[in-house]
């Protein structure tokens, strides 16, 4: 296993990315409750407190979830964490995100990606992606990052196992 860190502290122009705190439930929850957020996620009903609840506990469980800090405001505005892809255990890969809908379509995911990659890319070759098959969204957020599509595989990443489309992008391709 390598020397990396799943938590880091980063910070880019606009966001700051911590390690996931318990206290931090209320704002991820408020930050989460937007059943739009969650349309094209395995999990459509994740918005509610009762659904977002285990999940949240799962990712604080994990170890590797990052909080997403708007830093004008200090507010957070979504989650992301590093992982081991179940099918390649040796990898890593970067998923679990999302972001409030005032983040969307502008640079935000872009910084997140860039700073959760740049700190990916110390340590490994190439950073992989999962994303369910009609999250037309975030399939089209990877290929615009410059990952790509390598295989459809059926992967258990929340302890049901379900089809994921698998990206991939390597420090080359990056830059």
């Known amino acids: 296993m390598r020397d990396f860190d799943n938590q880091p502290d980063l910070s880019g122009n606009t966001l700051q990315l911590r390690p996931l705190a318990d206290s931090d439930f209320e704002g991820m929850l408020l930050a989460a409750s937007d059943p739009l957020i969650w349309a094209g996620h395995p999990a459509t009903d994740r918005y509610q407190r009762q659904v ?3 999940y949240f506990a799962a990712r604080l469980a994990s170890g590797k979830a990052l909080a997403v800090i708007e830093i004008a405001s200090g507010q957070i505005v979504g989650m992301s964490s590093y992982y081991s892809p179940p099918d390649q255990p040796d990898a890593i890969a970067i998923g679990y995100t999302f972001l409030t809908r005032a983040k969307w379509g502008g640079p935000a995911n872009r910084e997140l990606k860039r700073l959760m990659l740049q700190h990916a890319f ?13 999250n ?4 089209n957020a990877m290929l615009k990052l410059g990952a790509t599509h390598l295989y459809d595989a059926e992967l ?19 830059g």
């Open 52 to 54: 977002f609840a285990p």
């Open 122 to 134: 110390k340590a490994y070759d190439t950073v992989y992606f999962h994303v369910a098959p009609n």
């Open 136 to 139: 037309l969204r975030s399939q």
């Open 156 to 174: 258990d990443l929340s302890g049901v196992p379900a089809m994921c489309k698998c990206y991939g992008l390597s420090r080359a391709q990056w």
